[in-house]
T-cell receptor, first 115, second 115 residues
Framework: AQSVTQLDSQVPVFEEAPVELRCNYS??????LFWYVQYPNQGLQLLLK??????LVESINGFEAEFNKSQTSFHLRKPSVHISDTAEYFCAVSDRTGNTGKLIFGQGTTLQVKP | DGGITQSPKYLFRKEGQNVTLSCEQNLNHDAMYWYRQDPGQGLRLIYY???????QKGDIAEGYSVSREKKESFPLTVTSAQKNPTAFYLC??????????????FGQGTRLTVV
């Protein structure tokens, strides 16, 4: 079984400041890792994913996440945030060895970017 | 445009009533999923289907039912047996459920409120 823990429920930050959203997971099997973003009253959009290869993955809008196997973490970072980054962010894992595509989600972190 | 359409966007249910949430996709995806979102709890899997005429229970299936008669459609019925149905419901699909690395695409969600 897998579980995902997002360590902060809310992260307030000023515009143009750096931010880190923390994600730790627990799993008895190897997993794929994902970050999704949700804007108010909308569905989820994939932000980035780690499948294999380089442990640092990047999104097109400046976010990056690093897979750390020893610490079972997949923290999300951005060096300079914008007001438009205000949203809820979900970390998720999927079983590599299974064949269902099911996602296990963390509780979510609300990023509040202030002017 | 290709995507997932959920309807209605808002739904109100009286105590004791069954209601059905619609989910349609034109992405030609084999796998479809229903998740429930509650504040501070992330998303939890209700049911999933990897192929037409087949579906499996997720982590919180009690009080819900689904059908998968067509590849593009995966309706969810919230029955009167669901004791706390007020939540935001999200439908998702992926190319196939055979591997965990396929990206899940989400609909815009249905907000169900019991009145």
């Amino acid at each position: 079984a897998q579980s995902v823990t997002q360590l902060d429920s809310q992260v307030p930050v000023f515009e143009e400041a750096p931010v880190e959203l923390r994600c730790n997971y627990s799993s008895s099997v190897s997993v794929y890792l994902f970050w999704y973003v949700q804007y108010p009253n909308q569905g989820l959009q994939l932000l980035l994913k780690y499948l294999s290869g380089s442990t640092l993955v990047e999104s097109i809008n400046g976010f990056e996440a690093e897979f750390n196997k020893s610490q079972t973490s997949f923290h999300l970072r951005k060096p300079s945030v914008h007001i438009s980054d205000t949203a809820e962010y979900f970390c998720a894992v999927s079983d590599r060895t299974g064949n269902t595509g099911k996602l296990i989600f963390g509780q979510g972190t609300t990023l509040q970017v202030k002017p | 445009d290709g995507g997932i359409t959920q309807s209605p966007k808002y739904l109100f249910r009286k105590e004791g009533q069954n209601v059905t949430l619609s989910c349609e996709q034109n992405l030609n995806h084999d796998a479809m999923y229903w998740y429930r979102q509650d504040p501070g709890q992330g998303l939890r899997l209700i049911y999933y289907s990897q192929i037409v005429n087949d579906f499996q229970k997720g982590d919180i299936a009690e009080g819900y039912s689904v059908s998968r008669e067509k590849k593009e459609s995966f309706p969810l019925t919230v029955t009167s047996a669901q004791k706390n149905p007020t939540a935001f419901y999200l439908c998702a699909s992926s190319i196939r459920g055979g591997t965990g690395n396929t990206e899940a695409f989400f609909g815009q969600g249905t907000r169900l409120t019991v009145v």
